[in-house]
């Protein structure tokens, strides 16, 4: 199959990348789906982090390399032996695929699949290989998912499917930012009744978790972040106060649960700051390789601390998207207001720069 795609062709090309277009919209040609795959007409992908990260060199990856992790669509064709999914079903796609019988499978979401986080660093599906290619030559699929095309094979472990009530845009977002955010406090540190919550950056992944505190109704919600308007929509979407991070360190305001999603050393150490004796910091934001943050081993022993890791909300995708999606049927989890902006495939260069910049929540490409 013939198909339209945003290849990143270098990792870290200097910005700002709306001049040095480190990615290129082309043509590439799609392999049929193999056993326990699916092909599905992409309807909406969410611009990540995870997609800069690779963009600015701090995740390297191999190249070229068709990006987009956090996506929805329609299935468009079965690979042989798929008897789970049917065409014309919606799906979610998310990135981090489970195989169900490795040791990090058996730990119910805490730790990451080992198959699975193998194939997404060579650039490969599950099953083995790529599906992607441009005038013969191979092109590396992005955490599973490529979904900055018209098309993508994808393994169905991959991908969960959702009512066909539920729009490409929210569907899209549940795959990643909500999954990551809300699987912080649904499954990594859930709140206990009356507890405060507090959230260290705003982008989609920190909204995401915002929302969660909010929809499980449990003690204050507390946003954190430099960015003014992010701040304000913070408030809107129902939390109690939202602070500079200057003013968080100024007031010693602490929380039971603190998330840490900017994916930086300095926000780790403003969110451990805040956590109450006896309180969880959960880290689900990824800096650098080489960022380092300074903790106190007597502060964790003395106030009896605990300090959680949690990779895509210490998620099971096939069990938490339903639950998600189904907080969003109900009103409860208004996604759609995480959208900062709709955009095209020719604009994914200039969307990398307002990520970078801090002036996004989630933008997503329409196709």
Not at 88 to 105: D, I, N, S
Not at 159 to 164: E, F, H, I, Q
Not at 319 to 327: E, H, K
Request: glycine share 14%; hydrophobic share 45%; net charge negative.
């Amino acid at each position: 199959m013939r198909i339209t795609g945003a290849v990143l062709e270098e990792v870290g090309r200097p910005g700002p990348w709306a001049d040095t277009r480190p990615v290129t919209v082309c043509g590439l040609d799609l392999a049929d789906p193999g056993p326990g795959e699916v092909v599905v007409a992409v309807e909406a992908a969410g611009v990540c982090h995870s997609d800069l990260s690779v963009v600015d060199g701090n995740r390297p990856r191999p190249v070229p390399m068709l990006l987009g992790h956090e996506a929805a669509g329609r299935v468009v064709a079965l690979g042989a032996g798929t008897t789970d999914l049917t065409v014309g079903q919606r799906v979610v796609m998310t990135f981090l695929p489970r195989c169900g019988q490795c040791a990090g499978c058996a730990t119910g979401g805490r730790v990451p699949c080992a198959p699975g986080s193998a194939s997404n660093a060579a650039g490969e599906l599950l099953g083995g290989g790529r599906r992607l290619s441009r005038d013969g030559a191979p092109v590396h699929h992005h955490l599973g998912v490529s979904g900055f095309a018209t098309h993508a094979v994808v393994d169905t472990r991959s991908v969960v499917a959702v009512p066909d009530d539920v729009p490409p845009e929210v569907a899209a977002v549940l795959g990643c930012a909500v999954l990551t955010g809300g699987g912080a406090l649904l499954n990594a540190a859930p709140p206990a009744p009356g507890e405060s919550v507090m959230v260290v950056g705003l982008g989609g992944v920190g909204m995401a978790a915002l929302l969660t505190a909010v929809a499980l109704g449990t003690g204050p919600v507390v946003a954190v972040d430099g960015v003014a308007a992010k701040r304000e929509l913070a408030l809107e979407l129902g939390a109690a106060q939202a602070l500079d991070p200057a003013e968080l360190a100024g007031r010693g305001l602490r929380a039971e649960v603190v998330v840490e999603a900017a994916g930086s050393a300095r926000a780790f150490e403003a969110a451990l700051a805040a956590t109450s004796p006896g309180g969880r910091t959960v880290t689900v934001g990824l800096p650098h390789p080489d960022a380092r943050a300074s903790i106190s081993p007597l502060l964790l022993v003395a106030e009896a601390r605990t300090v959680i890791g949690s990779y895509l909300g210490s998620a099971v995708p096939s069990r938490d998207i339903p639950v998600l999606a189904q907080w969003w049927r109900e009103g409860r989890l208004p996604v759609e207001a995480l959208v900062s902006s709709r955009i095209a495939l020719d604009d994914l260069n200039h969307a990398m720069d307002e990520l970078a910049a801090g002036r996004a929540v989630r933008q997503v490409v329409v196709l």
